[in-house]
């Protein structure tokens, strides 16, 4: 049998109530979350053409009218790669239409089509139908705190300004 390298110092939790230190069981539970949460969405939301990255497009359009890319991307926190490859979808199965602005003809902007808005408004059922199931029976002040804590961990994560404000305040304005 093979020697191991010697492992690194395991993060612990002092109380041991967790596996591992809260701040790193946090993360880990993230994911976790991520992941599962996103199955559970794609799964419903097949039915409507659509999976979680189409579902958060259309809600950001819905929210703010035309965007950009960029700004697509910012609210969004998907990368240009996979938010080009989601834009095409969206327009082909025409939920999205790309239109160019008078300023300057080499910018584009997604928009909504009523056909858009319509599958979104059928889509946000599902996942607030989603979202009940996997918080039910956790208090409010719980989720207020741990909104808390999630902008907080945004804040010292995102490098870029812009995308940051853009997440924690789900806004085109700057905070106040």
Known sequence: MANRPPSRPASVDP????????????LHLL???????DTALDGRLKVLGL?????????????????????????TAIDRTTLTRIADQLVATGRVERK???????????????????????????VFDVNRQ???DIPDDAHRSTARTLK??????????????SIIHFSREAPP
């Open 15 to 26: 109380l041991g109530e967790f596996p591992f230190g809260a701040a790193d069981y946090v």
């Open 31 to 37: 994911a976790a979350i991520h992941q599962f949460r």
């Open 51 to 75: 999976n979680v990255g189409r579902y958060r497009v259309l809600g950001v359009l819905n929210r703010f009218g035309a965007c950009s890319m960029t700004e697509l991307s910012h609210f």
């Open 100 to 126: 160019s602005t008078v300023k300057d003809r080499r910018q584009v902007l997604l928009e909504l089509t009523k056909g858009g808005v319509e599958v979104y408004a059928a889509a946000l059922s599902v």
């Open 134 to 136: 996997i918080q039910q």
């Open 152 to 165: 907080r961990i945004v804040e010292n994560l995102v490098p870029d300004p812009v995308a940051r404000d």
